[in-house]
Nanobody, 121 residues
Framework: QVQLVESGGGLVQAGGSLRLSCAASGSIFRINAMGWYRQAPGKERELVAITTSGARTNYADSVKGRFTISRDNAKNTVYLQMNSLKPEDTAVYYC???????????????WGQGTQVTVSS
């Protein structure tokens, strides 16, 4: 089993910043990618940013230039620095990893429980 624990969400005014953290633990053999998704009420879950084992990154167009994803491989932790936050960024943010557990032979998706980010005007 692979567990993901998110932290750093909260309430912030428009234009402010938040830094989300996600730590992976458990029976990890290899992490292929880690990233962040978000889901607003009434909307589908969408990709925010991902980083692969090769340190390649990908961002949603809506957050490019404002959000930065980074990682600490020694801690199996991924971060999302969110600057210039807008009300439309309000959502539950979920950490995701595409990983191979020590008890399996295939990569699988693992999800955190989510952390609420609320941006007020």
């Amino acid at each position: 089993q692979v567990q993901l624990v998110e932290s750093g969400g909260g309430l912030v005014q428009a234009g402010g910043s938040l830094r989300l953290s996600c730590a992976a633990s458990g029976s990890i053999f290899r992490i292929n990618a880690m990233g962040w998704y978000r889901q607003a009420p009434g909307k589908e879950r969408e990709l925010v940013a991902i980083t692969t084992s090769g340190a390649r990154t990908n961002y949603a167009d809506s957050v490019k230039g404002r959000f930065t994803i980074s990682r600490d491989n020694a801690k199996n932790t991924v971060y999302l620095q969110m600057n210039s936050l807008k009300p439309e960024d309000t959502a539950v943010y979920y950490c995701n990893t595409k990983a191979i557990a020590t008890t399996t032979f295939f990569p699988s998706d693992y999800w955190g429980q989510g952390t609420q980010v609320t941006v007020s005007s």
